[in-house]
């Protein structure tokens, strides 16, 4: 990643999801917004965890 995270766009943000999920694998929650993370949902404005976007980037990565 050649850019600071709080430099991002949201269309940024949402392409590097799954980059940035393989890179914080401590993490349980990322949010779609900003690209912090949190061990808590509640501390971030729009939560997805962690494990539900890998499992969206295998299924990707397994369609033809």
Request: charge should be positive; aromatic fraction near 2%; proline fraction near 6%.
């Amino acid at each position: 990643m050649s850019k600071e995270l709080c430099k991002l766009t949201r269309h940024q943000i949402e392409e590097l999801l799954p980059k940035l999920v393989q890179e914080l694998p401590n993490c349980k929650y990322i949010c779609r917004r900003c690209a912090r993370v949190a061990v808590s949902k509640k501390q971030l404005c729009k939560p997805q965890t962690m494990k539900h976007l890998l499992d969206e980037q295998i299924l990707a990565n397994q369609t033809p």
